[in-house]
């Protein structure tokens, strides 16, 4: 990913596209293609052996004119404040394209969670959250989890950020546990987002979700739950992997046994024996109606573009394809929904979370889930008409639409002073 691809130059070039669509000054698009803020922190924790290490750590600020940054924290050894970035810019469009109200951040700490105990990892997120903790803040930046962290990572940084102030801060942060001002549907929202995209793809392409093959690379919170609603649609999942490797079987995969019993545990979902064993990247290429890469960024690209077998692929991950990648696929006439559309589901329960948050007023899961099913399908709507008004692709649609959000934002805001 980042070590190989320049995903900052990436998404910078999608701008690029989306600017000349909306004739954007040059000034403007100058403004757009930088983030507003970008702390780089290095700091010191002790290990259990009493050892000292040194993590180095990004919270990156990409636009705040639509409102307070959003955006997840990423503990990956790949990361560096380029990808960091790239991320935080993405955050912004796609707050945007589901129109709530916020811009767009990332943080990140380049570590391998694996290597550390969970006491080790707390301290590290700590110490962390203390470095970065003067631009954190309900009303300025709010974090929420990614790859590597999870809703007890969101709870000690709303712990330690709450010591730091004197009282209970749970708005600094969502995603976290539902009994420390979490929302219900939180953890689910990223992958049932993804399906609903999934769903309001096929009916446009005269599709059946129900007994569609499809394949989700990554098993993590996005792509097990989306694999897991996608098979309570009445799909067949005949493939999925993690960071070791994939399973496939045409005759389906039982998502349930396979979250409960082999994900997280001793070796693995590699451990259920019903399935053939392919590589992450043999996976992407395997016969299926939707692909759902759902792990980390730049899986697809010019080299096996071609080879995708799916006739949609909707982008649980930020960043799967590459820009050489989107030509491909499109000139193939294989439907991408992209990742500023197709996950935003997370964003928007984040943003619900802190709703509920900042009113101490809790919503039951049917109206989350019924409220996070409209905006996607609106949003999905909106994106669809101007993908069909422009004649483009629906990335370039989506960045159409976020961009331009943003940018009258900024215009109607005016430049300060
Ligand atoms: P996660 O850590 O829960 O899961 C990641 C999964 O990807 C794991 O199964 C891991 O084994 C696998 N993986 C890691 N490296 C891999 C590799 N090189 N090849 C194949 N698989 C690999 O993370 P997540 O929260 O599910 O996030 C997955 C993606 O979705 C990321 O790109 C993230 O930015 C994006 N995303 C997440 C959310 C959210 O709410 N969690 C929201 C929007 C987008």
């Known amino acids: 990913m980042s070590a190989h691809h ?3 130059g990436m998404a910078r070039e999608q701008l690029s596209v989306a600017a000349k669509y909306l004739d954007l000054d040059a000034g403007l698009h100058q403004v757009l293609s930088k983030p507003m803020r970008q702390l780089i922190v290095n700091f010191p924790v002790v290990l259990d052996n009493g050892e000292v290490m040194c993590f180095e750590g990004y919270r990156v600020q990409h636009n705040s004119s639509r409102g307070p940054t959003k955006g997840g924290i990423r503990y990956h050894p790949d990361v560096d ?11 912004t469009w796609k707050c945007a394209v589901v129109n709530i109200p916020y811009g767009g951040a990332k943080g990140s700490v380049k570590v391998d969670t694996k290597q550390f105990s969970r006491r080790e990892i ?25 790859i590597g962290t999870n809703a007890q990572t969101m709870a000690w940084i709303m712990d330690t950020f709450s010591m730091q102030k004197g009282y209970t801060v749970p708005g600094v942060v969502t995603g976290k546990p539902v009994d420390l001002g979490g929302s219900l549907g939180r953890v689910e929202a990223t992958g049932r987002g993804v399906i609903v995209a999934t769903e309001e793809a ?3 392409m005269n599709m059946n979700l129900g007994g569609a093959k499809v394949i989700v690379q990554g098993f993590g919170n996005v792509g097990a739950t989306a694999a897991k609603i996608a098979e309570e649609h009445g799909a067949t999942v005949v493939g999925i992997s993690d960071a070791v490797g994939g399973i496939y079987n045409p005759k389906g995969l039982p998502i349930a046994e396979l979250t409960n019993r082999y994900a997280g545990r001793e070796g693995g979902i590699q451990e259920y024996k019903e399935a053939e064993k392919v590589t992450n990247k043999e996976l992407l290429e395997l016969d299926c109606d939707v692909l759902i890469p759902a792990a980390i960024a730049a899986q697809i690209d010019e080299s096996n573009a071609n080879k995708i077998k799916a006739k949609l692929l909707v982008e649980g991950a930020n960043g799967p394809c590459t820009f050489e990648a989107d ?13 500023i559309l197709a996950n935003a589901g997370g964003v928007v329960v984040s943003y619900f979370e802190w709703v509920q948050d900042l009113q101490n007023f809790f919503w039951e899961e049917d109206r989350v889930n019924d409220q996070l099913t409209k905006i996607m399908q609106r949003a999905y709507g909106q994106v669809d008409a101007t993908m069909r008004q422009h004649k483009t692709d629906m990335r370039t649609a989506a960045l159409i639409i976020g961009v331009k959000r943003v940018a009258d934002a900024t215009v109607r805001r005016g430049i300060f002073p």
């Open 6 to 8: 320049d995903v900052l």
């Open 81 to 91: 404040v380029n990808e960091t970035t790239a991320l935080a810019m993405w955050m």
């Open 122 to 146: 707390e301290k590290l997120t700590r110490r962390y959250v203390t470095e970065i903790n003067m631009i954190l803040g309900e009303r300025s930046d709010i974090p929420a989890p990614d």
């Open 202 to 204: 096929a009916k446009t």
């Open 327 to 339: 030509k491909i696929l499109h000139d193939r006439g294989i439907h991408v929904v992209p990742d």
